[in-house]
């Protein structure tokens, strides 16, 4: 499985972005996608993530309200929408995707850099 993030900039204070995650490869049997994000000198955390089927989005507390994940069948694309973005929400923004067992997020996309400027 390959994931290629994208979709990244620099934008301003309250302004939303949309980042993709298209997801190639052996995809059959990919059980969920997550996204992750990790700011300069902090520990890596996560957005949240969706089921493959599209299914059962889930976010944490990060960005809860201001976030919405989807997933486009037809492209295996996952869409990560971020609405009034802050200064705080600048960091590296990854994609997984795991099976379902073992639950661990093997594949990695290479992240996409996000600066919100205040």
């Known amino acids: 499985v390959q994931l290629q993030a994208s979709g990244g900039g620099l934008v301003q204070t309250g302004s939303s972005l949309t980042l993709s995650c298209a997801a190639s490869?052996?995809?059959?049997?990919?059980?969920?996608v997550g996204w992750f994000r990790q700011a300069p000198g902090k520990e890596r955390e996560t957005v949240g993530d969706?089921?493959?089927?599209?299914?059962?989005?889930w976010y944490s507390d990060s960005m809860k309200g201001r976030v919405t994940i989807s997933k486009d069948h037809a492209r295996d694309t996952v869409y990560l929408q971020m609405n009034n973005l802050q200064p705080e929400d600048t960091a590296v923004y990854y994609c997984?995707?795991?099976?379902?067992?073992?639950?661990?997020?093997?594949?990695w996309g290479q992240g996409t850099q996000v600066t919100v400027s205040s």
């Open positions: 997984a995707a795991r099976k379902n067992y073992p639950r661990d997020w093997r594949w």
């Open positions: 490869g052996r995809t059959v049997g990919l059980y969920a």
């Open positions: 969706i089921a493959w089927n599209g299914r059962n989005p």
